[in-house]
């Protein structure tokens, strides 16, 4: 396998125990949402965007909004890897005065918008997206929406207007993990045929079978945009990939491993961080 997935992975993995130690820092958080989520941040922040810790606010960086905000103990875990921030303030997550709350806040460099308030982040990204294009800049515009978050209006909105300015430098992404905090998301609000409803929108569609597969989210990330079209990649994952105990689990949406569990998962993932490392 290409070593560049290789390493990925393994980040893909130091990720997933530091998002464990945050929650279990502040004894709170999304762990199903953030484990849905974390290779596709990993394959962003370590691989994809042209972003340094050292001038986050470089005119020319590209941009990252999530709008599915709740799944911030990931983005935080991502951040302090990547140096935007010192590790040692993950400990802080949750607790009096701390700037890592449970949603991304831009008291903490790396983040551009506060977000959580589901539906706001593919219109706020279609702001930036935009505002590139009248600036003559060419840093790219990334969001991340989840599935749940598709029944809010705004979101089509967006889409609507993403494709009528041909934002050909924006790439959205669907944490398709089918779940919400409510059940099922084609029980709660259907939202399928999904990849017909963006194409009929004007996007380039890109759908991936699995979603958790660093592999993948490369392949979809590196395809080419179609000339003068946004790009929507519809990416199919698992609720709390990489937990025995969470994973596809509607009650581990926001939930705290018992120790039992915590320590179980670290296990897990360091067993599986010394076989990739040796085969590196
Ligand atoms: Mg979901």
Redesign the pocket.
């Known amino acids: 396998m290409d070593k560049t997935v290789k390493k990925l992975e393994i980040k893909a993995i130091e990720i997933r125990k530091s998002i464990m130690e945050i929650i279990e820092y502040g004894q709170s958080g999304h762990t199903g949402?953030d484990m849905?989520c974390t290779d596709i941040l990993t394959t962003l922040y370590f691989q994809m965007m042209n972003i340094d810790p050292n001038t986050p606010d470089d005119p020319d960086r590209d941009r990252y909004i999530q709008s599915?905000g709740h799944a911030a103990e990931a983005l935080w875990a991502v951040l302090a890897e990547k140096g935007f921030f010192p590790k040692e303030e993950l400990k802080t997550f949750y607790s009096f005065g701390s700037r890592l709350i449970g949603h991304p806040n831009n008291k903490v460099e790396g983040i551009e918008m506060n977000t959580g308030s589901l539906g706001h982040g593919l219109s706020l990204s279609v702001g930036i997206a935009l505002a590139a294009k009248k600036d003559n800049k060419s840093y790219h515009t990334y969001t991340l929406l989840?599935?749940?978050?598709l029944a809010e209006g705004s979101v089509w909105e967006g889409a609507m207007a993403a494709a009528h300015y041909k934002l050909d430098n924006l790439t959205a992404v669907i944490?398709?993990?089918?779940?919400?905090i409510t059940g099922k998301?084609e029980e709660v609000m259907g939202v399928d045929p999904l990849k017909e409803k963006f194409e009929a929108f004007g996007w380039q569609v890109i759908e991936i079978d699995d979603g958790n597969s660093i592999e993948q989210l490369l392949n979809s990330f590196n395809t080419a945009h179609e000339k003068g079209k946004p790009k929507m990649i519809i990416a199919h994952?698992t609720?709390g990939k990489g937990l025995s105990f969470a994973e596809n689990q509607i009650n581990w949406?926001h939930k705290v491993a018992t120790e039992e569990e915590f320590t179980g998962a670290m296990k897990s993932f360091d067993s599986q961080l010394e076989v990739l490392k040796n085969d590196i």
Do not use: F, M, W
């Open positions: 949402s849905s599915k989840g599935d749940g978050e944490d398709r993990n089918g779940l919400q998301s994952t609720k949406h």
